[in-house]
T-cell receptor, first 114, second 115 residues
């Protein structure tokens, strides 16, 4: 069964500093991977997705993620944090065996310090 | 175009009462999903509809939970005899179809509080 692990339920960074949010997955084959962001009292918004076309995926708002098969990781990064990046971030995997469910991680709440 | 909408945005109910939560997916999207987001936890899959096919109810936590999708569009999630542990944010999402890799578009959610 597929699973997703997000290390760190809370991450704090200073404004302008590098953002690194970690996501590891378990899968016997390369999966489809997603990062979503959730602002307070809102639904989830897709940041980016990996569908095997390229290992480095660029998303919205300056975020990017790199798929590393050897490490079964799909960490989310942004070179310079902005106050508006404060939100909760979810990593998700879509089963490769023809199903439709997303398996979500437990989320990482990002705090940006002025 | 319009995104996924959900109503009500907030619902407070007494333990033992029934509640109905509504989801309007994006027009033309044939796949619809319900998730539950509890405090400090990730999103828990509840149920999935794809067109006229039988829904996948494998994520429903108990027989108190049920969902319908009328005319392949609007969906209603019903919780009967609510319990305090049902308190959570219920999120609806839709996607163009069931194919893997298709983005799911989420609504803002319904925050359910059972007192």
């Amino acid at each position: 069964a597929q699973s997703v692990t997000q290390l760190g339920s809370h991450v704090s960074v200073s404004e302008g500093a590098l953002v690194l949010l970690r996501c590891n997955y378990s899968s016997s084959v390369p999966p489809y991977l997603f990062w979503y962001v959730q602002y307070p009292n809102q639904g989830l918004q897709l940041l980016l997705k990996y569908t095997s076309a390229a290992t480095l995926v660029k998303g919205i708002n300056g975020f990017e993620a790199e798929f590393k098969k050897s490490e079964t990781s799909f960490h989310l990064t942004k070179p310079s944090a902005h106050m508006s990046d404060a939100a909760e971030y979810f990593c998700a995997v879509s089963d490769v065996e023809g199903t439709y469910k997303y398996i979500f991680g437990t989320g990482t709440r990002l705090k940006v310090l002025a | 175009g319009a995104g996924v909408s959900q109503s009500p945005s907030n619902k407070v109910t007494e333990k033992g009462k029934d509640v109905e939560l509504r989801c309007d997916p994006i027009s033309g999207h044939t796949a619809l999903y319900w998730y539950r987001q509890s405090l400090g936890q990730g999103l828990e899959f509840l149920i999935y509809f794809q067109g006229n096919s039988a829904p996948d109810k494998s994520g429903l936590p108990s027989d108190r939970f049920s969902a319908e999708r009328t005319g392949g569009s609007v969906s209603t999630l019903t919780i009967q005899r609510t319990q305090q542990e049902d308190s959570a944010v219920y999120l609806c999402a839709s996607s163009l179809d069931w194919r893997q890799g298709n983005e799911q578009y989420f609504g803002p959610g319904t925050r359910l509080t059972v007192t």
